[in-house]
């Protein structure tokens, strides 16, 4: 133990006897003194954290016209860097680089995939993307009411990985919001309260969610007329979204979330103006409600106290711009999606193995760009998925090991495609395989995954 730390502890036990009234403020100003000579001494500082994977994807599509495009096997690895200090008892930064690369391949992001929603999922190149930065304050009543605490952050959100998304992914917490309907990296503001004191309900919570996804501005590389970052005459609007998430019961056993989002300026191409280019066809609207269970029963055995079941219902709504096609209908239409899963113990301790399967509705549409699946999002499937997956720890939850197998079956066409007719109008899959562009639609896909994971 060194000098500092000596000093500092014999400090703190002191502060932390009782003290009267009147030694409270030698006592803060003592504690600030404390912090800078932590500061100054090297003991306040960024703590980093690495999560670091390989991956082998063996992958197959079948397309509507009976061929396929397969990877054997593909290689990649990933790695995120996390930070984080806390330089106050209510003050948080938190931040997270990205870098996900296929074995002796960088591919360059061009045209689309140039949207935040997926700069961190696709593979790429060499580089680091910021995935995730914020600042978090931490407040100790709401309006005066002490009995409500709230934080507010600001920043690029950590909203990939969400509620239920996170199972499969090993022994990882869920971050916000719910994976079931937005499973995507964006850039906003959020305010969330606790309500658990003032309801007398379990784990009751609230938290308002807002941001953009798509800026619609010139940029210095085509503005050479000095009105750089200014909006674009006759362009797209921006994107913004906003949402509420809700959780009315968590006992810690049973833990349930709802969440509504309105988003508007959908973009996507007019498939008999290709030339036009993006176009903001409508908006998009969706309630989702989830639940877990973590443990069946009351100490019935230990199988089921460690056995994880899930179900979640989510449904969408389009509502397009006067006389746009939005997904191919000027009409509002509702899609649906239904999801199920378990995860429960198998072979050796700490092992985990899991199903799921989920169903989506011909006008089922998410916002889960950023799911962590190579053959595209299941959960966005008009069609239905299936899905089994064993984590294996080898060193603690440090080190595991992944087999993971995903198949998707597709009955309709547009999948987690763009919101316009020319991609995300629903095709019925069986009149796609009988026409003469059967060759360009997926109609089913499956990956096999192999993973090693470092997390620490």
Request: glycine share 10%.
């Amino acid at each position: 133990m060194n000098k500092l730390s000596v000093i500092t502890t014999a400090v703190l036990m002191v502060l932390s006897a009782p003290v009267l009234a009147d030694q409270a403020e030698d006592i803060a100003e003592l504690k600030e003194q404390i912090r800078e000579l932590q500061t100054k001494m090297g003991g306040s500082n960024l703590k980093f954290n690495a999560d670091y994977r390989v991956t082998m994807d063996n992958i197959e599509y079948k397309m509507a016209d009976g061929t396929k495009a397969e990877n054997n096997a593909l290689l990649s690895n990933r790695l995120e860097i996390g930070m984080g200090y806390q330089p106050f008892d209510n003050l948080v930064f938190h931040g997270l680089l990205s870098y996900n690369k296929a074995f002796g391949e960088s591919f360059t992001e061009t045209g689309n995939s140039n949207f935040d929603w997926v700069s961190n999922e696709n593979l790429g190149d060499n580089g680091l993307n910021v995935k995730e930065v914020y600042m978090l304050y931490l407040g100790d009543q709401f309006f005066g009411n002490e009995q409500i605490p709230w934080t507010a952050s600001l920043g690029r959100r950590p909203s990939t990985n969400g509620f239920l998304a996170n199972n499969r992914e090993g022994y990882d917490s869920p971050k916000s919001p719910l994976g079931h309907s937005i499973n995507v990296e964006f850039d906003g503001f959020s305010l969330s309260t606790k309500l658990d004191k003032v309801t007398g309900i379990s784990g009751m919570d609230a938290k308002l969610c807002a941001g953009r996804g798509l800026s619609s501005q010139t940029s210095s590389r085509f503005s050479y007329n000095g009105t750089d970052y200014a909006d674009i005459e006759g362009g797209i609007d921006d994107i913004d979204m906003i949402g509420l998430i809700v959780t009315p019961y968590n006992d810690g056993q049973y833990d349930i979330k709802a969440q509504y989002y309105f988003a508007n300026n959908m973009i996507g191409y007019d498939v008999n103006n290709m030339n036009a280019g993006f176009q903001d066809f409508g908006n998009l609207q969706n309630l989702t409600l989830s639940m877990q269970v973590n443990g069946v029963g009351e100490f019935i055995n230990d199988f089921l106290d460690d056995t994880v079941l899930f179900a979640s219902a989510s449904a969408s709504q389009t509502l397009p711009k006067d006389g746009m096609a939005m997904l191919g209908s000027t009409d509002k239409e509702t899609g649906y999606s239904y999801w199920i899963g378990a995860t429960f113990p198998a072979f050796f301790e700490g092992d985990r193995f899991g199903l799921e399967y989920n169903h989506g509705s011909k006008y089922w549409r998410s916002f889960t760009y950023g799911e962590d699946t190579l053959i595209g999002s299941k959960i966005a499937a008009r069609g239905n998925a299936y899905e089994a997956y064993y984590n294996i720890p080898i060193i603690g939850e440090t080190l595991y090991f992944q087999l993971r197998y995903t198949y998707i079956k597709y009955d309709y066409t547009g999948s987690n495609g763009f919101f316009g007719s020319a991609s995300g109008t629903p095709m019925a899959m069986a009149d796609v395989s009988a026409s003469d562009y059967a060759g360009m639609y997926v109609e089913s896909a499956q990956d096999i995954r192999a993973m090693i994971r470092y997390n620490y």
